[in-house]
């Protein structure tokens, strides 16, 4: 690696969070939703510049308006309903969480083209008390304070919003089990797993518009260990 160049460096780097991303989506499919961090953390290196950070797309000439696109989710008109367009919702009366959401990940042939900067820092994904927050405050209400590379005490208000996800359905129950309820009853329960099912969306636009836009990177195959480490 020392006589590498530096574009070739840049590429080398994509390569790696581009398959940190696919490997996170991997297992996170598998109930390890926590990998959200990576996920969120991967797409700042990829996408976030200001000041002296670079973005790994600036320093590979990558997000100049017209010449390159990112595929998204597509859109329903109405900017409450936000949710609907990211998310499923899911019932278990039998869990202590029994409203969850999971990221839809399938564009079912229609998506949404955006030029780099409207896709990361223009399109709200969020709405919270009239306001509309995009991508990169998202991820970036993540990386810096919600344990992505950074713990802060206080969570901004749209972000506890997000994690507390009283802006989609919820559940009140009044029922009766065989032994202690699961989740408490005649409270309201709500999803709070929205902010962790929304990196993995972002996750997966990119990772399709990498493999659809043929960037410059390295696909590797996910290789399960076959030994698991131990502490």
Same mark, same amino acid.
């Given at each position: 690696?020392?006589?590498?160049?530096?574009?070739? $460096?840049?590429?080398?780097?994509?390569?790696?969070?581009?398959?940190?991303?696919? $490997?996170?989506?991997?297992?996170?499919?598998?109930?390890?939703?926590?990998?959200?961090?990576?996920?969120?953390?991967?797409?700042?290196?990829?996408?976030?510049? !200001?000041?002296?950070?670079?973005? /790994? /797309?600036?320093?590979?000439?990558?997000?100049?308006?017209?010449?390159?696109? =990112?595929?998204?989710? *597509?859109?329903?008109?109405?900017?409450?309903?936000?949710?609907?367009? @990211?998310?499923? =919702?899911?019932?278990?009366?039998?869990?202590?969480?029994?409203?969850?959401?999971?990221?839809?990940?399938? @564009?079912?042939?229609? @998506?949404?083209?955006?030029?780099?900067?409207?896709?990361?820092?223009?399109?709200?994904?969020?709405?919270?008390?009239? &306001?509309?927050?995009?991508?990169? =405050?998202?991820?970036?209400?993540?990386?810096? !304070?919600?344990?992505?590379?950074?713990?802060?005490?206080?969570?901004?208000?749209?972000?506890?919003?997000?994690?507390?996800?009283?802006?989609? /359905?919820?559940?009140?129950?009044?029922?009766?089990?065989?032994? &202690?309820? *699961? @989740?408490?009853?005649?409270?309201?329960?709500?999803?709070?797993?929205?902010?962790?099912?929304?990196?993995?969306? /972002?996750?997966?636009?990119?990772?399709?518009?990498?493999?659809?836009?043929?960037?410059?990177?390295?696909? $590797? *195959?996910?290789?399960?260990?076959?030994?698991?480490?131990?502490?």
């Amino acid at each position: 690696m020392e006589n590498e160049t530096p574009d070739q $460096r840049y590429r080398r780097l994509l390569s790696s969070h581009l398959n940190f991303l696919k $490997r996170s989506c991997w297992l996170f499919d598998q109930g390890h939703e926590d990998e959200a961090l990576r996920i969120a953390t991967s797409l700042r290196v990829i996408f976030h510049a !200001k000041g002296r950070n670079i973005s /790994l /797309l600036t320093h590979l000439g990558m997000v100049a308006p017209g010449d390159y696109w =990112m595929i998204g989710t *597509p859109r329903s008109v109405d900017p409450d309903s936000w949710w609907k367009d @990211f998310f499923t =919702m899911n019932l278990d009366l039998a869990s202590a969480t029994p409203i969850t959401v999971t990221a839809r990940t399938s @564009f079912t042939g229609e @998506f949404t083209m955006q030029s780099v900067e409207q896709w990361w820092n223009g399109e709200p994904v969020f709405r919270h008390e009239g &306001e509309s927050y995009t991508r990169k =405050m998202m991820v970036l209400s993540m990386v810096d !304070k919600d344990g992505g590379a950074h713990v802060d005490a206080t969570l901004q208000a749209f972000y506890r919003a997000l994690r507390r996800g009283d802006y989609g /359905l919820g559940i009140t129950g009044s029922l009766e089990f065989d032994g &202690e309820a *699961p @989740f408490e009853q005649g409270v309201t329960q709500y999803a709070e797993n929205g902010h962790l099912a929304l990196m993995r969306l /972002l996750a997966h636009e990119v990772l399709t518009t990498a493999n659809y836009y043929k960037w410059p990177f390295v696909d $590797r *195959p996910i290789v399960p260990w076959p030994v698991y480490p131990t502490p």
